[in-house]
């Protein structure tokens, strides 16, 4: 079997675009994948043309020589753009193997150690009493690990950019969240992700006007380029740290690892170089008794991709969906993606069909539709009221 072409479907779903691939072989069996590099999808499009003449002829069982040619066979070996090509291309090599074997890709990773995935739900309800009864929708439905986001005033400045200044932020957040584990109990897993917009002063302030027990993970308070201040704000909290969904690399995930300065690794299957580099970073992760718990912002086939390496790997702890009681993101669309996984509650079932368990529909995928600079949130700024940047 040779590989024959690589097709791109950049694909509008709900208020994202999702960059899908197909790979093609002479045998006549295909293969999904998609890119996480969410706002940057020209960009991936680009090295995956790149990636396209290098992976033609090839034959596409072997997924690992294949993936070390996509990331060394240039003198600029890896980085953010190259590995989310890259992932794409490893995720659809398995769906292809599992088809053309006729398993489930999570045969492909050992086999299976579960057979559903716990999944987390997410509230955008403002720092308030929706945050409140958000909650108790979700734990009345079942979902008793529910994630947050800061607050986050909807204001904007004369550009019509949005406005947000971390102090603001942090008290209205932390006193909501301290409100919300006394309505919730102690049975609830409360996170939030902070979307690294705090400084390393900013971020242990917001932990000390939190209880004890408030927490059970706080998610990227700060950027992540410099391990070295992760371990500085480490040491000001006891809150546990779930860091890892921008890494494209085991490599970048090494010293958060190796140091003890995450407790939880966000993974994304998409981003950090497709399951052959995710299973690594599992390993690794096992090694000093971290759980995954997955980054998963996009659609089906990213889910799908995520599930199977939940079911392969002993240690697990939960995975992002965008698709709960509290947040219907339309990331799921069934006109386009005709057959996903099955989920019940808060319980992804995991697939037994071959490969990835997820088809998309290529002519019902809005190709023509892709337009990169409009309803992107990612290319939105973010300033303080000075004017300057903030993180977004
Ligand atoms: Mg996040």
């Known amino acids: 079997m040779k590989v024959r072409d690589l097709k791109l479907h950049p694909t509008r779903v709900g208020r994202r675009h999702q960059l899908i691939i197909k790979i093609e072989t002479d045998e006549g069996v295909s293969g999904w994948g998609e890119s996480g590099l969410i706002g940057r999808e020209l960009a991936v499009m680009g090295a995956l043309r790149h990636y396209r003449e290098l992976i033609i002829g090839k034959n596409p069982f072997n997924i690992g020589a294949i993936w070390q040619d ?86 904007l400045n004369q550009a019509g950019e949005s406005v947000y ?28 992700d902070y979307h690294h917009r705090l400084s390393v002063a900013e971020a242990a ?31 000001m909290t006891h809150v546990p740290f779930a860091i890892g969904e921008e890494f494209s690399s085991k490599w970048q995930f090494l010293p958060y690892i190796e140091r003890g300065i995450t407790n939880y690794a966000r993974v994304d299957v998409c981003n950090v170089g497709g399951l052959t580099e995710a299973m690594k970073v599992a ?67 995991i697939s037994d069909r071959p490969g ?17 600079d409009l309803g992107l949130e990612r290319t939105r700024y973010m300033r303080r009221r000075d004017g300057s940047l903030t993180n977004w």
């Not at 392969?312 to 996984?341: K, M, W």
Request: glycine letters at 8%; one cysteine or more; hydrophobic letters at 40%.
């Open 70 to 155: 996509l990331y060394r066979s240039q003198y600029f070996e890896g980085g953010r753009v190259l590995t989310a090509a890259i992932s794409a291309i490893d995720v659809a090599l398995h769906d292809l193997k599992g088809k053309a074997l006729g398993v489930p890709v999570y045969q492909l990773l050992g086999g299976k150690h579960r057979d559903w995935v716990p999944l987390f739900a997410t509230t955008h309800a403002p720092m308030g009493p929706k945050l409140l009864e958000d909650a108790a929708l979700l734990m009345g439905e079942g979902w008793n690990i529910i994630r947050t986001t800061m607050h986050s005033p909807h204001e």
């Open 356 to 372: 990835l368990g997820v088809e998309f529909d290529e002519h019902a995928g809005a190709h023509e539709e892709f337009e990169p």
């Open 283 to 349: 390993g690794w992760a096992e090694a000093h008794y971290i759980d995954l718990m997955p980054h998963n912002p996009l659609g089906p086939i990213c889910t799908a991709a995520t599930a199977h390496l939940a079911a392969a790997v002993p240690n697990f702890a939960s995975l992002e969906i965008r698709q709960s009681p509290t947040e219907q993101s339309g990331f799921y669309d069934e006109r386009l993606f005709p057959v996903q996984h099955e989920r019940v509650g808060p319980r992804l079932i």
């Open 205 to 235: 302030s917001f932990c000390q006007k939190l209880g004890r027990d408030t927490l059970d993970f706080l998610e990227e308070p700060i950027r992540d380029e410099t391990p070295e201040a992760y371990e500085a704000l480490r040491r």
């Open 165 to 192: 200044e971390p102090w603001e932020s942090i008290g209205p957040t932390a006193h909501w969240l301290n409100k919300l584990r006394d309505a919730s109990g102690s049975l609830a897993v409360i996170g939030i």
